[in-house]
């Protein structure tokens, strides 16, 4: 066997997402393509991408939060990130910003899919809880025994 090292034939990424257009996926790709549409049905204004926050604390060096998409709603400035997977990494950063910049409503889209292909988005505001559909207990309708308990029947 000889030393050769095999290129891939795409770099491989965490979270297998892939460049496209200019973008860091297509989901962000084609959330730019939806807000774009928006902006000019008059929905939204003052469209603007990749655009850098400084979020660190007093005393600290710098740090940076790059967010997706910046625009106005309603007169609210909205900022906005396309995430697949919400790592350790834009949580912290997500907790800085919103301690930084509490005016600025913070919001996450997450594209939506069906047969692979993406439908929609649902947007949500960072930070907020989320309700959950209450499922019944799995034991809800069925009595439970032990094995070792004894059985009692009626004489």
């Known amino acids: 066997m000889s030393g050769r090292k095999f290129k891939r034939k795409f770099p491989f990424r965490k979270f297998r997402a892939?460049?496209?257009?200019?973008?860091?996926?297509?989901?962000?790709y084609a959330r730019s393509v939806e807000l774009k549409e928006?902006?000019?049905?008059?929905?939204?204004?003052?469209?603007?991408?990749?655009v850098p926050f400084e979020i660190q604390p007093d005393g600290c060096e710098r740090?940076?939060?790059?967010?997706?998409?910046t625009y106005?709603?309603?007169?609210?400035y909205i900022v906005e990130d396309v995430k697949g997977?919400?790592?350790?990494?834009?949580r912290l950063k997500a907790k800085?910003?919103?301690?930084?910049?509490?005016?600025?409503?913070?919001?996450?889209?997450?594209?939506?899919?069906?047969?692979?292909?993406?439908?929609?988005?649902?947007r949500m505001e960072y930070g907020t809880p989320v309700a959950r559909r209450s499922?019944?207990?799995?034991?809800?309708?069925?009595?439970h025994t032990r094995r070792n308990d004894p059985v009692v029947r009626a004489p």
């Open 135 to 143: 499922r019944p207990s799995r034991k809800a309708g069925k009595r």
């Open 38 to 50: 928006l902006e000019d049905q008059g929905v939204i204004d003052g469209l603007e991408e990749q």
């Open 63 to 69: 740090i940076r939060y790059i967010a997706d998409f």
């Open 18 to 28: 892939r460049r496209t257009n200019g973008y860091a996926s297509k989901s962000e």
């Open 85 to 90: 997977v919400q790592t350790d990494v834009f």
């Open 96 to 122: 800085l910003f919103k301690g930084r910049y509490p005016q600025y409503k913070f919001c996450i889209s997450k594209a939506k899919y069906k047969e692979g292909k993406i439908i929609g988005f649902s």
């Open 72 to 76: 106005y709603e309603k007169g609210e």
